[in-house]
């Protein structure tokens, strides 16, 4: 998604703008083709993608845990989304609408076949259903993210409670403050408003109120296209806490665990890349230039990780390794989603590049160095990958960098114009948006485990663990060749 | 010369052979096995059908050797293997009466 | 398939309407590309989708051979559709057009890249060949489902044999009965006639005949927007046909028959679910509101069914277990088939849950209590799910429970109304299309399986049965680990 | 890609055309959402697809090293693709233009998401980004089809050295040679200047060098849809070129060396034919009524050739397997690609059985009467089937066959006419192509392997290939189940 | 005590458990073999190439039993696993010097 | 009767199998096991965790034979599966008191 520079410069500015008739708002099927697909694609790359991906890293009595954690989590997600997430996170709070979103289309009430979604061109739309569906996506995958990083010895029934409270307590809101705005066609309005108001205080102010009822990050000015910070550094740190709290798996350190099916794993990163493009294109929530750019940036800095940690890993371990490449190109997706539709492709490529060689040193050295049991490298790739993509977001979105500009819908109403690009400004904003979801989901999230465990207990008894998750939680074997 | 058949605990694999290698064993054969005894099995459901598996998983370790070692690999086995629970194995002793290295064509106890 | 409900009330009625002027017919590309995706997505949900669906809960020595079957199925069925099978099902059949289309297009004679075909919005056309391969990847699936009911224990010249004879029989008509419609602009153009017709009888006629000239089962008014009917059903209760035909597994009941990789059936059930939106999706044959309601439908019905069938086995059984959500998921994606245009999403979420527990009770209760060996439990989630469905939708259509409403083509013709909501009229008809497709289907099969046998035997020896179709049959293993 | 026809025949045949007033240059977002889905798909196809297909066929000991080699050849050919490929391929190349483009456009210079790329309609266009994803996938996967050929037992890094310089001295070449041409509103220029030029020489000269500055190939007047040539024939002579450098297999003939499983080969079969239709259809650049025969072209020839060979495999081997069949399938992938564009559905389906039977006869009989060890038979069914397939498309073409016909931009500039059929001339210019592209990609191949062989070295030590590369090469496992 | 080694066909693994165990054989071990014997194997074919297969899947039991019992084990094991066809299999007899228990100790006879 | 135990590299496995069928060895069983001996194992590294593997995969077989054909047995064995370097293998032979066939129930050297 998208946002608005202006808002970080004086609105002032925007006297100058010119009065703007509202265009009548029209659906392309187009675009509605293009995003239908792209949610697919964002399903797929949840399940089976992220499922195998996962699974084939850890033992085969635990296969199956893995399998049905995501597909399960997948499942609750949904439910919850239309029954009042969507809700939470896509429609005004009120007076706590920088931090969550109301209940007013809690069980989707209002929207049918007819209801419109705002993109982000003025006047363009996309049927709702369409973008309550696409964004259930990215809240269905965000949380199954998470599982990586204490996999192979945590209790199905508190993982399931604790995704249930994370999505709402935790997901909903960054969403929320992250991604919801107006639209372009309100802030024209606004501005038109505005620019109408002269000195009349109170229309200043009813127009002012207009343009920023967004979400709290969102009106900070943080960029982030397809969500970096919202899907990737929230999971990662909440994965972090999670595995610090349930603490290491048995032998960890002392016995081998080697992935039971890499071949797994490499079918789960390519449906990753591969759906990556709904994830990123389809964030765009159009089929444009800009959609194009997010693909062609998509491509290119995933396949500048992968290579990167392919050589690196050659280099300094002596043999280059299938998971390192696609644990490379993995890091490479996670970096580029916050800058997919704002940086160049030459930018995106040295991005991914430079994401992929931090997540190596992470993986491989930070965290032996500390000890801590991150199973799959939650962390280590998506929030440490997520963090470096949003932070390069607000380098690489300068035209001077190829980049696609930081957008402004105020100054000209009713037009998307490119609004100048401040180091400072657009960066700051960034770190902020950064430390916020680092705090809030890091924090949250704790205090959700601890909660679950309380209740459920955490982590199964040391005879399951060594049994195995499948047999002992789920009654079925993975394999039975 | 003697053959030492042990079936343990998978999960004991490691240890055991790191004790083994420590008092000078310098070569066995390992091999998975299902093994039915005292330990209860699992009953696994697939849809309407359910099945009550009766082996569990076990390794079995071969392993010859010099008669005058054969008491005390037999300790080691033990004390390593050994959780005190239920299905923790056994060991079996059978006589050997020949070993041939192939690669050196060595006969007997050189061989081994 | 959408259908016109007028057809129930009064034809009378129409003499009211206003004159119609037929629009040029239009193609939209984003129909086209949206088109274009949703075929490729109902092969992926057949190949790899079913196939491993499928093939992960047989024994490994019977693995390919239940790959091959599907495969080949697919493959053969493409040939015979492009020969005579569209012809069959979707020309005008003549006087057997109630029953049964004609041979006009044969070979697809008369079809080149400029030919078009109707949607559901007057007007709106697509290309022919997106139309006929979108109708292909249908006519592939239905008979493939039918495989999983005496899996382990056909011989493979015996189902080739029967499965091309199915489609011919039972495929073909079925499909021609429930979807074959002259479409929106042939109604409007018969509706404007009979309101032209005043009282001359000769011209009522003709505009009768023009209106009516549709398969049997949708002249009732039955409706079936992806498939409930001609696919599931149908299918379903071929398998059941088959599998007491054929008879039990040596060793059912007796010797343990564990699924070999229950990681290959998650794969497949994500695909089922990826490739569903294709084709429920796609049954809309446009890209527009209608569409992402069925798109939103297939995603609540299938989530609510897999977290239905995960907690009443949690409950009853004791584990959730992997198995069991995916089959949850799949009898919801099979139940919410038909609704899928028609129902809001709140009705089917619980359609979806409902029919989870429906098809659970049958698949580990009344299938035991019978003793009948339907390997994969093609009857207890296909037909039993696709009942439910059907009769489901005749309730959920009604707008006053979120539903889209029934289609009305004829009250002004050139438009698309929504009928007045008749309860009695509306779920009769699903009931009477049930019934029909379940004798049919039912009568058929059973006569072309006992052809198969007489001509080549239905059932391998016990020797090959032992050893495993797959060496057996094919010379082939699985897996050489 | 399409070409033009009238090249062939005498340009005077202009002079009568009437004047053509340019359009203005329309991009439609259905075209766009088409070909960006399409892009996906073929990206599926290669990972997880081919590698899944060919990583099923070897030992257990070498599955990583070839699901390694096809991940890394993707992923390096992004980045060379972006870096100076595309330049290279689809620039103008000056004076060497007939054999190269130039590089104009290295590092994407100029390009950005406003750009456009030419579709074959006059004044449709498409965002140049995705037309440079669209091609890049073609460039990643036409290397990794050649490593079938030599797989278990090549050296990593002289593989990754020879793919590298392969796409630079052979695809790029090749693929500039057969699809870069000025478009279609190039030529209507060309066309128009040239019959206002009249007498006048030096506006005749500059109007004809308009309509001539395309590749060689292209300017022969041969047709390659989707790249028969460029793609299959190019990769195919380079695999047996290879393994005929490289050698055979220890233990090959001798020792038995089962597929270790047929289950990742039919998913990689089923997604090879599922992405296909991106590869096929997506060649067509636009979403219209030639997408939608290319799709079902794609469909149709491949259910023959797999039906065939099935059957075939059965009469003469005893069995119907289903690697036979999949075999099948691809083979009639290879050989509709060139043609699905311009041949009928059913000239499609019996180019398709045709070319599988050929294959067949090839990997099962010639290969083992030369005795050479083109370990997963990229020769016998990627090379044959693209030559049956090139030459195949010369005949079909042919409206009487029920083909598209020859595309002439130039009789009537600004549309879009079907040339007059000679066969002489339609199947000659194949042949020419099919002939050159074996000499080019033979000869320049050869010289690629000796070079990586000097370097590197091709083998590795017979004990590295008797321990598999997995462990050797890359230092990780497949499997520990 | 003897170690008792058979060798059977697989789908008769389940039936031959039940009748040990119903004669109260408490332990044994099972691993999944490839034999060759008379019963012929079978041809595979993939595209060009064909193998032939010598080796056919069987299971091999092997159980420790107090030398009193093996008699009745040995008529257990052939009425059970025999089917009559050629491939059902061999049982052999070897001396056990030597058995312990790992979780208790126990030794000899005690231990099985 | 005696049972030869061998542990060989995997892909002497079908050069033995026929040495053994032409000098008229009728039967024998084949297990895959991992060994552990002076053949060096190897190492493993995904991303960060490196594990050093010290079993070597190794295929072991089993014969009964009768008395007077161990020998031949034996030194077919050694030749065949010699390559020369660390790691060929060994070979073991145990007394066996008693063999049965089970489809015949034939005892003793018949049932071989
Ligand atoms: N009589 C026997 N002969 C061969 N193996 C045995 C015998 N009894 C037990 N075993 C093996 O030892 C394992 C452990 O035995 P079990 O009775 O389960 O526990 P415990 O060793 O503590 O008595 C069994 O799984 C089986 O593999
Ligand atoms: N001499 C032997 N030593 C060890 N195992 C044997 C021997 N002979 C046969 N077997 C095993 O017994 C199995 C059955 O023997 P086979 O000759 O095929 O049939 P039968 O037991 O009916 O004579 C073989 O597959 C092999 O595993
Ligand atoms: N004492 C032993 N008992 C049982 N098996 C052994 C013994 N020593 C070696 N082996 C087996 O023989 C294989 C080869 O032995 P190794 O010491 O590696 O080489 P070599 O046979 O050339 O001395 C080992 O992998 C192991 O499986």
Tied chains: 1, 3, 4.
């Excluded at chain 2, 050997?96 to 060595?106: F, Y």
């Amino acid at each position: 998604m998208r946002y608005l520079s202006k808002l970080a410069a004086p609105v002032a500015a925007l006297a100058a703008s010119p009065a703007f008739a509202q265009a009548a708002p029209t659906v392309d099927k187009g675009d509605t083709a293009f995003m239908l697909i792209a949610t697919v694609l964002v399903l797929m790359m949840t399940i089976p993608g992220l499922a195998l991906f996962y699974g084939g890293l850890v033992r085969s009595k635990n296969m199956l845990s893995v399998l049905t954690q995501v597909f399960a989590i997948v499942s609750i997600t949904c439910v919850i989304w239309v029954t009042y997430g969507y809700s939470l996170t896509f429609s005004d709070g009120g007076s706590m609408n920088s931090y969550i979103g109301g209940l007013s289309k809690a069980f989707l009430r209002g929207v049918d076949y007819n209801s419109i979604a705002a993109t982000f061109s003025n006047g363009v739309y996309i049927p709702e259903y369409v973008y309550i569906c696409f964004q259930m996506t990215f809240a269905c995958i965000t949380p199954a993210l998470i599982v990586g990083a204490f996999a192979e010895r945590v209790k199905f029934s508190s993982l399931i409670f604790f995704c249930a409270m994370w999505v709402t307590f935790v997901y909903f809101p960054i969403a929320h403050m992250v991604w919801w705005w107006g639209g372009p066609d309100t802030l024209a309005a606004g501005a038109t408003a505005l620019a109408a108001a002269g000195t009349d205080q109170v229309a200043i102010d009813a127009a002012n109120a207009m343009i920023f009822a967004n979400g709290k990050i969102f009106n900070w000015g943080a960029l982030d296209f397809a969500g970096g910070t919202v899907v990737h550094i929230n999971a990662g740190i909440a994965g972090l806490v999670g595995c610090l709290v349930i603490g290491k798996r048995i032998g960890h350190g002392k016995e081998a665990m080697p992935p039971h099916s890499l071949v797994m794993t490499m079918i789960g990163a390519s449906l990753l890349w591969v759906g990556w493009f709904g994830f990123n294109a389809g964030s765009n929530l159009e089929s444009n230039g800009i959609t194009a750019l997010a693909m062609i940036n998509t491509f290119v800095a995933t396949a500048g990780a992968a290579v990167a940690w392919l050589f690196i890993e050659w280099l300094l371990k002596g043999k280059p390794s299938l998971l390192g490449m696609v644990t490379g190109a993995v890091a490479g997706l996670v970096a580029v989603t916050p800058a997919s539709g704002f940086a160049g492709p030459m930018g995106a490529m040295v991005l991914g590049a430079v994401a992929s060689v931090v997540c190596f040193f992470f993986c491989s050295t930070v965290k032996n160095r500390f000890g801590y049991d991150d199973s799959l490298d939650v962390f280590g790739v998506h929030c440490v990958g997520g963090i470096i993509g949003a932070l390069a977001t607000g380098i690489l979105v300068n035209t001077a960098l190829g980049g696609a500009g930081i957008p402004d819908y105020l100054s000209q109403p009713g037009t998307l114009q490119v609004a100048p690009y401040v180091f400072s400004v657009a960066f700051m904003a960034q770190v902020k948006a950064v430390l916020f979801t680092l705090l809030w989901s890091g924090v949250g999230s704790f205090i959700l485990f601890k909660l679950a465990d309380l209740i459920f207990g955490l982590r199964p008894t040391p005879d399951v663990e060594r049994e195995g998750l499948d047999l002992a939680e789920h009654g079925e074997r993975a394999y039975a060749l | 010369m003697k053959l030492i058949i042990a079936v343990i605990k998978p999960f004991k694999l490691e240890e055991v052979r790191e004790a083994l290698t420590a008092i000078g064993v310098q070569g066995l054969m390992v091999s998975e096995v299902k093994g039915y005894g005292r330990q209860a099995g699992h009953t696994e459901i697939y849809r309407g059908a359910e099945y009550v598996v009766n082996f569990v998983p076990k390794v079995k370790l071969e392993l010859v050797v010099p008669d005058n070692q054969v008491a005390k690999i037999m300790e080691t086995l033990t004390n390593t293997a050994r959780t005190g629970k239920i299905g923790d194995g056994k060991i079996f002793v059978l006589d050997v009466e020949q070993a041939v290295r192939v690669r050196t064509g060595e006969a007997g106890e050189e061989a081994l």
